[in-house]
């Protein structure tokens, strides 16, 4: 079910964008703590700002050798800010100047540390990603490696995760059964497609700006058609709040 209508809204419009403007030009000579105080309605976003400031640093020091320098890149991606911190990798947003467009890039925590196993998953997710087509689904632009550690592009969707909709308390009950609806068709897409998700979760569904639902991180999944899995007997995986009795039994 399309078009899914809720309130995204953001606090402060504008603020927030000139607090960093602000930040980024006089970067080096700016009292920090002074640049918080003039801005207490935008705090919760200049914190996070910070913190992405904090995390592209070290990948800079990482992957480029440069830890002052926030123009670090992978491959051909320019990357501009963490997006998202999961159990096995980090999602970026990045710019592809080839094509003039952002994207998501997701690569491993470990990188080229990361096991034998944390790298098949990773692998796979990949290849689970890029097989499917739905509107509900993102897009996988290309998978490849740089410096020994795989990464793989893909749409960048702009929005919010019903986790964070769901604290804020802000969805009606009829949006909410749009929501489960349009959850429901994806999944039985992906059932159809012989894919099993094995971790949907409000924090892995997100809402785009189009208030249409997309289902992401594809990193538990299991390809059903290939008469394996990836796990070991046991092991238990998925969050066990989400996590269906049959899944915790097997």
Same mark, same amino acid.
């Given at each position: 079910?399309?078009?899914?209508?809720?309130?995204?809204?953001?606090?402060?419009?504008?603020?927030?964008?000139?607090?960093?403007?602000?930040?980024?030009?006089?970067?080096?000579?700016?009292?920090?703590?002074?640049?918080?105080?003039?801005?207490?309605?935008?705090?919760?976003?200049?914190?996070?700002?910070?913190?992405?400031?904090?995390?592209?640093?070290?990948?800079?020091?990482?992957?480029? $050798?440069?830890?002052? !320098?926030?123009?670090? %890149?992978?491959?051909?991606?320019?990357?501009? &800010?963490? /997006?998202? +911190?999961?159990?096995?990798?980090?999602?970026?947003?990045?710019?592809?100047?080839?094509?003039?467009?952002?994207?998501?890039?997701?690569?491993?925590?470990? $990188?080229?540390?990361? !096991?034998?196993?944390? %790298?098949?998953?990773?692998?796979?997710?990949? &290849?689970? /990603?890029? +097989?499917?087509?739905?509107?509900?689904?993102?897009?996988?632009?290309?998978?490849?490696?740089?410096?020994?550690?795989?990464?793989?592009?893909?749409?960048?969707?702009?929005?919010?995760?019903?986790?964070?909709?769901?604290?804020?308390?802000?969805?009606?009950?009829? /949006?909410?059964?749009?929501?489960?609806?349009?959850?429901?068709?994806?999944?039985?897409?992906?059932?159809?497609?012989?894919?099993?998700?094995?971790?949907?979760?409000?924090?892995?569904?997100?809402?785009?700006?189009?208030?249409?639902?997309?289902?992401?991180?594809?990193?538990?999944?299991?390809?059903?058609?290939?008469?394996?899995?990836?796990?070991?007997?046991?092991?238990?995986?998925?969050?066990?709040?989400?996590?269906?009795?049959?899944?915790?039994?097997?």
């Amino acid at each position: 079910m399309k078009h899914v209508r809720t309130m995204l809204e953001e606090p402060a419009p504008g603020r927030v964008e000139l607090a960093i403007e602000e930040f980024l030009l006089k970067r080096g000579a700016l009292d920090v703590d002074e640049w918080l105080s003039r801005y207490p309605d935008c705090t919760p976003d200049l914190l996070e700002f910070l913190q992405n400031q904090s995390c592209i640093s070290s990948v800079a020091t990482a992957l480029c $050798g440069a830890p002052n !320098s926030v123009d670090c %890149r992978i491959g051909e991606y320019e990357i501009l &800010e963490v /997006v998202d +911190r999961g159990g096995m990798g980090v999602v970026y947003k990045a710019r592809q100047p080839r094509l003039r467009r952002i994207v998501a890039l997701k690569m491993i925590h470990q $990188g080229q540390f990361g !096991s034998p196993e944390v %790298r098949k998953r990773f692998q796979n997710e990949a &290849e689970t /990603v890029a +097989r499917l087509r739905h509107p509900n689904l993102v897009t996988i632009h290309e998978i490849g490696e740089h410096k020994g550690m795989p990464y793989f592009s893909m749409e960048f969707v702009k929005g919010r995760t019903l986790a964070d909709l769901i604290r804020q308390g802000r969805i009606r009950p009829r /949006v909410i059964a749009q929501i489960a609806c349009s959850i429901a068709d994806t999944i039985h897409y992906i059932h159809g497609c012989g894919i099993l998700h094995r971790d949907l979760k409000p924090s892995n569904i997100m809402i785009d700006q189009n208030c249409e639902v997309r289902v992401t991180d594809f990193g538990l999944a299991k390809q059903l058609d290939r008469g394996y899995s990836l796990t070991e007997t046991g092991q238990i995986l998925g969050s066990i709040d989400y996590m269906p009795p049959e899944q915790a039994e097997a």
